[in-house]
C-alpha cells in the first residue's frame, strides 16, 4: 500500500483516537482497528519520560502553574498518550509521551504519584505525525514550533508539503507559508515564540531587507500586520532607490519583453522580470488570491 494511503489513514486514524480520549474512563471497546487502543486507568508518574523529539519545546510557566493547581482540584480530566519504549538507561521509565507533556509537567508540579494514559504502539515516525497532528489540532504549538515539525517529517521521512497538508488537515499554502517562518533570522523566531509577534508578522517580515529592525519596530509600536507589510515595502524601496542596478532593471529589451509574454503564458498570471546589464535580476509573479499562488507553487512542487 503506498505511503500516501497510510498518511491519510493516519489523520482519520488520530481524528478518531483524540474522540475517544475525550471520554476515556475505562477501557476502550469498539475502537476502530486501524487506532489499536488499550487504556491503563493510571500508572506511576516515574513510569513515563518526556519525548525527546515533541515537537513542542516552549512552555509558559505561567500556564503550567494554573494548569498545576486546576489538576490539583479537579484531577487529570484527558488522559496522557503515550507508547511503550524499551532500552537501557531509561531512568525506570516504561512510556514516552506523544502528546500530552505540559499535562504530565503540571502534574508533576501537582505532586501527583499517578497519571491516566492512553496506550499506542507505534514507531518513531508515527508517533512524531501523531504529535505534530495532535498539537495542531489543538493549537498548542506556536508558529515556529509547528514549522519545525512540519521540516522535521521533510527532512526525516521525505514527505511533500502537500503530504503534511493532507495528514494535518491544512491547506498545501498554509504548510508552505508556516515554514517560510524558519527563512527569519533567530532574533525574529525567538519574539514569535514567545509570542511577541504573531504568524501573521512574522510572515510579513520573509522578504523583508532587514526582518530584526522591523521586528523589533513592530514589538515597540505595537504596529499591526498591515502596517507592517507597508513599513517593510516603504523600506525595501528606499534601499532598493539607492541601487546603482536598479536605473537598469527598469529598462527592458525586446527580448526580456518577449520572455515576460511567454513565461506568463504559462502560468496564465502577469509577471514582471527585472534583468540588470550584470546579469543579475528578479522575476517577480503577481498573483491575486491564494488560490493562485497555491496553483504556482503545485505546478513548481511538479516539477
Known amino acids: 500500500m503506498s505511503d500516501n494511503g497510510s498518511k491519510k489513514r493516519l489523520g482519520r486514524g488520530l481524528a478518531a483516537l483524540i474522540g475517544d480520549m475525550d471520554e476515556v474512563s475505562a477501557p476502550v471497546s469498539g475502537a476502530k482497528p486501524d ?7 493510571k500508572v506511576p508518574i516515574e513510569h513515563i519520560r518526556a519525548n525527546p523529539n515533541n ?7 505561567e500556564h503550567l502553574a494554573d494548569l498545576a493547581r486546576s489538576i490539583t482540584e479537579h484531577g487529570i480530566v484527558q488522559p496522557i498518550l503515550v507508547r511503550p519504549v524499551k532500552g537501557q538507561d531509561l531512568g525506570g521509565a516504561k512510556y514516552e509521551i506523544i502528546a500530552g507533556e505540559r499535562r504530565w509537567r503540571a502534574a508533576q508540579r501537582a505532586s501527583l504519584h499517578e497519571v491516566p494514559i492512553v496506550i499506542r504502539d507505534v514507531d518513531d515516525k508515527q508517533a512524531l505525525e501523531l504529535a505534530i497532528i495532535e498539537n495542531v489540532q489543538r ?5 515556529v514550533e509547528e514549522a519545525l515539525g512540519y521540516q ?4 526525516e521521512y521525505d514527505y511533500t508539503q502537500s503530504d503534511l497538508g493532507t495528514v494535518i488537515g491544512k491547506s498545501r499554502s498554509h504548510v508552505a507559508n508556516t515554514l517560510r517562518l524558519l527563512k527569519l533570522p533567530e532574533e525574529v523566531r525567538t519574539l514569535v515564540t514567545s509570542g511577541s509577534l504573531s504568524a501573521g508578522h512574522a510572515r510579513a517580515l520573509v522578504t523583508c531587507a532587514d526582518p ?18 507597508e513599513l517593510g515595502q516603504e523600506r525595501d524601496e528606499k534601499i532598493s532607490k539607492r541601487t546603482p542596478e536598479t536605473k537598469s532593471m527598469n529598462f527592458k529589451t525586446a527580448d526580456t519583453k518577449a520572455l515576460e509574454k511567454q513565461i506568463s503564458d504559462i502560468l496564465g498570471l502577469k509577471l514582471d522580470i527585472r534583468h540588470t546589464e550584470t546579469g543579475k535580476g528578479e522575476l517577480r509573479i503577481k498573483y491575486q488570491n491564494l488560490d ?12
Open 35 to 41: 487506532v489499536d487502543l488499550r487504556v491503563d486507568r
Open 55 to 61: 515537537p513542542r519545546r516552549y512552555f509558559v510557566e
Open 139 to 143: 493549537a498548542d504549538l506556536n508558529p
Open 152 to 155: 522535521q517529517l521533510i527532512d
Open 212 to 229: 530584526v529592525a522591523l521586528a523589533n519596530r513592530i514589538v515597540k509600536d505595537g504596529l499591526s500586520v498591515r502596517q507592517a507589510e
Open 292 to 303: 493562485q499562488l497555491e496553483e504556482v507553487c503545485a505546478r513548481l512542487e511538479k516539477r
